[in-house]
């Protein structure tokens, strides 16, 4: 019989697989996502909209050695410290102005509107005035914790009012011709007559609100085209309004072919000027210490630009490592065949696994239409990329996965399927974002963003149920409910299993597939196949001989009982089990232990335990 188009897929896995060098001690990053700002905040205050003397503001010295040490613990192996470089804010000091209200979101402002490329924000120092040795400082504790650091490189945009005081003859756009829409030479795109309706001066969306006329007095005579590259002389409250899109020497406006572009060799006077100003941005931070970075909106930079920044990169730091946010499905990506994959193969160590996020979130929110578990197949198919994806269930940008609007209103509880599968599906970079382990719902209204499920980045706040893991600045998780320890500790149990090289090195191999007819697995009345809520698949390390079988219930309310898992003769064959029985353990959540025969697997397959809602089993194979 030949072999369906599954099966082909996992046999040029395994023969991958097996073409393995030998494995080392968990190559991957479990990142850490922390904003600053709000990491180390005991201030309860919260007022809505409040200032950094109202709400507080947490600094760089909350991430003394206790609080590093926890994270470490916990199995964190990099620091992404999000919102580091300076911003435009709405909070002055000495020698540096507040930014005017209507080029702000929120009050502190977005840590996405670049102020300055080579300063760090002050509201994190202790004294504002050594922010920058304080920041050094930092990045030597996270050293001494066994800690890299990654910051942000948001190449795409800057905030209306850049202007470096550090480097000021690196400012972008000194010398722009602002009479031409596009210019190699010119930092920003200028709105032109006819190209828009009406003409200078910019109109903001923010006439009327507090502080704020609608105008920037900077922009009277010309208008910069936004970072969402609306071009437009008065742009909406949907806009990225307070910021300013960046010239890389392609004009956006005549499509996606960038060919024109440099290459990876190219010398330093060939290139266009933002290259230059970039690449000396990012090694600016390398040679400070920072070991990596996470690069906004990639997709809407030119790949060239990319291939040659990274190469210079590596050669200052061949261990920098760099992962990008872009999707595929934005119609701003700069090349016509997948920009995950263009990313990829431009030197990107990796890239953000949307579809996984959003197949998951579908199971609980129509808004991408209602999934299955097994809707998740397809996206075990996407080559080189499968293991270079970065999985992760929250971040800045996504909703809480304790909020009670989201996620079908389960709880915080949700969080342990859907990590357990993302986690443990391919060998790429994990993340967890601050709060997530201890079930932050980001409740109410906080600032800019409103009531919308995501904790605040645009506004000095507070996380009230990851203050009780901060305690007062002990950092010890004494104000944590028994059912957040718990959790914190399943993430902990979690990342240590997920070090098995069966994780760290091995393959793939789904199962949803050969069980769509199995009326045991999970099958809930009224469906008619089998894959709905239950997905489960194996891992295998050909070097190690490690493998695992990794099992999910996502349903919010049900135990699957009677739960049997069928693992056809191919997969036996790629596990190398052909004869005899295997042993099964459990490896994260207690001490449940089987044994099946190879012969019986196929069709009776292996009789699990009752599986509680929201729960993940992770069983080693012996």
């Not at 006329?213 to 936004?226: A, L, M, N, S, Y």
């Not at 695992?548 to 919010?556: P, Y």
Request: with cysteine; net charge negative.
């Amino acid at each position: 019989m030949g072999l369906n188009r599954w099966q082909k897929g996992i046999a040029v896995a395994w023969m991958a697989a097996m073409s393995m060098a030998s494995a080392t001690e968990d190559p991957r990053p479990v990142i850490y996502q922390a904003l600053p700002r709000l990491f180390g905040n005991t201030d309860e205050t919260r007022k809505l909209n409040g200032t950094l003397e109202q709400n507080g503001c947490g600094k760089f010295s909350d991430f003394n050695d206790c609080s590093l040490a926890s994270l470490k613990e916990l199995g964190i192996t990099h620091l992404w410290l999000t919102g580091v470089i300076e911003q435009a804010s709405g909070t002055g000091y000495p020698g540096r102005e507040a930014d005017p209200a209507d080029i702000l979101k929120g009050v502190a402002g977005s840590p996405y509107a670049i102020r300055d490329y080579f300063d760090v924000c002050p509201d994190y120092a202790d004294d504002p005035e050594k922010r920058i040795d304080e920041f050094k400082a930092l990045i030597e504790r996270c050293r001494k914790h066994d800690l890299e650091v990654l910051i942000d490189f948001v190449p795409n945009h800057v905030a209306r009012s850049y202007a470096s005081d550090v480097r000021p003859e690196l400012s972008f756009g000194e010398g722009d011709d602002p009479a031409r829409f596009f210019a190699r030479k010119n930092n920003f795109f200028y709105v032109q007559p006819g190209m828009a309706d009406g003409g200078p001066p910019l109109k903001l969306p923010t006439e009327g609100k507090p502080g704020c006329t609608g105008r920037f007095e900077p922009e009277t005579d010309f208008v910069r085209v936004t970072g969402n590259n609306a071009i437009t002389f008065a742009p909406g409250e949907g806009d990225w309004y307070e910021t300013v899109k960046l010239n890389y020497g392609h004009d956006f406006t005549q499509g996606r072919d960038t060919s024109h572009l440099p290459g990876p060799d190219a010398a330093v006077d060939e290139v266009p000027d933002t290259w230059r100003k970039m690449d000396e941005i990012f090694a600016y931070w390398q040679d400070m210490g920072v070991a990596g970075f996470r690069v906004d909106m990639a997709h809407m930079v030119p790949m060239e630009f990319w291939r040659w920044m990274i190469t210079r990169a590596r050669q200052r730091d061949g261990g920098v490592y760099i992962f990008g946010e872009a999707y595929d499905n934005d119609p701003a990506k700069l090349t016509d065949g997948n920009v995950l994959d263009a990313l990829l193969e431009s030197g990107f160590d990796a890239v953000y696994d949307d579809p996984v996020y959003d197949i998951c979130l579908g199971l609980y929110d129509d808004f991408h239409g209602y999934k299955w578990a097994n809707d998740l197949d397809e996206l075990t198919f996407t080559g080189d990329r499968f293991h270079r994806s970065l999985r992760y269930a929250e971040n800045h940008d996504e909703i809480r996965l304790a909020s009670p609007k989201e996620w079908g209103g389960l709880g915080m509880a949700v969080g342990r399927p859907v990590s357990a599968v993302m986690f443990g599906m391919g060998r790429g970079p994990l993340m967890i974002y601050h709060g997530q382990e201890v079930g932050e719902p980001a409740l109410g209204a906080e600032g800019f963003g409103g009531d919308d499920a995501r904790t605040t980045i645009f506004d000095y706040w507070a996380m009230p149920e990851f203050q009780k893991w901060v305690n007062g600045g002990r950092f010890d998780g004494g104000g944590l409910s028994d059912e957040q320890r718990a959790l914190r500790q399943w993430y902990a149990d979690l990342l240590a299993v997920v070090k098995s090289p069966a994780f760290t090195q091995g393959e793939f191999y789904g199962l949803n597939h050969a069980n769509k007819d199995n009326e045991s697995f999970g099958r809930l009345d009224g469906e008619t196949a089998s894959g709905h809520w239950l997905y489960a698949f194996l891992r295998r390390d050909a070097t190690s001989g490690k493998a695992f079988l990794v099992v999910a219930n996502f349903h919010g309310t049900t135990t699957l009982e009677g739960v049997s898992i069928r693992i056809p003769q191919h997969a036996l064959e790629w596990l190398d089990k052909t004869a005899g029985s295997i042993s099964f353990r459990e490896r994260l959540v207690d001490d449940w232990q089987a044994s099946a025969g190879v012969s019986e697997l196929p069709e009776k397959g292996l009789i699990l335990p009752d599986l509680p809602p929201l729960s993940a089993r992770m069983l080693e194979i012996r």
